[in-house]
């Protein structure tokens, strides 16, 4: 499907934001591994999430809908039930690496599939961590799906230093501490999102911005009650929007603004964007506060190092943001982006090429010089990818002509009514 999408004069008005995805993914999957009936609210219903819940349900977790969210009756950490089938992670890179880990601890042998996207994403990085720990997990010849899960007797404990800053390989870790003989710690040189520690409440030790994450072999995590905040990537789509496009005033309420999560905040303060945070406030164990945007003159900068695992979903938008912005505007040290739901450098790249913009391609990067204007007319393609989706769609809106964006229904795995809500606030 292509969405047409037209010039806008600026955005207006209040959004309404999808709740968190990597926050849903892990309240699921915790919530089935827990003692006790978990009452979520405001669960994330986006095509991730629900391929998390289907896998759970295939493994007898019972998950009950209410108006507004989800009963989950915990079947304890080695309850779950062996599947009839391959599970199915669909497109989603979070169930698939979190699962295994669960699965890994499991008296059952299970094998874990995933759309073509997923199947070609690296496995390496969770199956090193659990095989170290004694677990009886196989993927391909090249380190891709579909994963072979086989019982073993015990998983032993580990140190882990993670290779790649990853909170899914963090958190695949962690979840397989629980079912392992000691103490596990993870250890992180550069922070990455904290969803997993906050909702199993562990101990993490900080060394300025080092993380030593550990978890107890046989921690049983009880049921939790909790409301999931919106999501702050998803809300990243419209925040850049409104910085870069003249005339727009917007406010969005009840936004997670996790510290691990908000790096895009900290750049786009930097680059001079007027954003205002109303009202901080915790729930859930989250932080999560309502913040207003007007669009500000933007100064562009280098982005790299460690800030990088905590705007790493928002750098396409970002960058696309930045061609109204004054001077060089550069991204590097991110070559994991290449390793998303598509090679997101390169789509970035091809993007800010098809609408006039000089841009130089680099293995773990880019850089271009802005202002640019934005010719409108050439179909903006998405890869399938739902993040370089709604990045166009947000490039678009800055475009001189009505700019179709290619593979338009994709935004729904993680931002169902996202074209609406586009339409609904562009002036
Ligand atoms: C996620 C972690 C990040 C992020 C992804 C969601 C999570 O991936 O890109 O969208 O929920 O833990 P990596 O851990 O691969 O960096």
């Not at 922070?191 to 409440?201: A, F, I, K, Q, V």
């Not at 910085?243 to 997670?256: C, K, R, T, Y």
């Not at 640019?372 to 490039?395: C, E, F, Q, T, W």
Request: aromatic content about 4%; some cysteine.
């Amino acid at each position: 499907m292509e969405v047409t999408v037209q010039p806008s004069h600026g955005l207006k008005g209040e959004l309404s934001i999808p709740p968190d995805k990597s926050i849903s993914h892990r309240a699921l999957i915790i919530g089935a591994i827990s003692s006790g009936v978990s009452v979520i609210r405001n669960i994330s219903c986006a095509e991730d999430p629900l391929s998390t819940r289907s896998c759970l349900e295939a493994l007898g977790v019972l998950i009950e809908d209410f108006p507004g969210g989800v009963k989950i009756p915990g079947r304890g950490l080695r309850g779950l039930k062996m599947p009839s089938s391959s599970l199915n992670a669909g497109n989603s890179g979070t169930t698939m690496r979190m699962l295994t880990a669960v699965l890994a601890g499991q008296a059952f042998e299970s094998v874990l599939i995933g759309d073509d996207s997923l199947s070609r994403r690296p496995m390496k990085r969770i199956i090193e961590p659990l095989r170290a720990m004694g677990a009886g997990v196989f993927g391909t010849d090249t380190h891709t799906a579909p994963i072979r899960i086989f019982p073993v007797h015990a998983l032993h404990s580990i140190r882990y230093e993670l290779p790649v800053p990853s909170a899914q390989v963090k958190s695949a870790v962690l979840l397989a501490g629980l079912y392992a003989d000691g103490e596990t710690t993870v250890a992180e040189q550069y922070p990455t999102r904290d969803h997993t520690e906050r909702y199993l409440g562990l101990t993490v030790e900080k060394h300025g911005s080092r993380r030593n994450a550990r978890v107890s072999g046989g921690f049983q995590p009880e049921a939790r009650e909790m409301e999931i905040p919106g999501d702050f990537s998803a809300a990243a789509f419209f925040i850049a929007a409104a910085l870069a496009l003249p005339g727009s005033e917007i406010v969005i309420g009840n936004l997670g603004l996790n510290p691990t999560r908000i790096g895009l905040l900290d750049i786009l303060l930097r680059m001079g964007g007027c954003v205002d945070i109303i009202d901080m406030r915790m729930s859930g164990g989250e932080p999560v506060g309502d913040i207003r945007v007007k669009s500000s003159p933007l100064k562009n900068l280098k982005v790299s190092g460690d800030v990088i695992p905590n705007v790493i979903d928002e750098i396409p938008v970002l960058a696309l943001a930045a061609t109204a912005g004054e001077g060089v505007f550069e991204v590097r040290e991110a070559g994991d982006l290449r390793n998303k739901e598509s090679d997101r450098i390169a789509a970035v790249v091809h993007t800010l090429r098809s609408l006039g913009v000089d841009v130089e391609e680099y293995e773990d990067g880019f850089a271009f010089e802005g202002p640019a204007s934005l010719r409108g007319g050439v179909p903006l393609k998405s890869y399938r990818d739902h993040r370089i989706a709604m990045a166009n769609a947000i490039a678009a809106l800055r475009a001189d002509g009505p700019t179709n964006v290619c593979d338009a229904e994709c935004v729904a795995i993680s931002f169902p009514g996202f074209w609406e809500e586009m339409t609904r606030m562009s002036t």
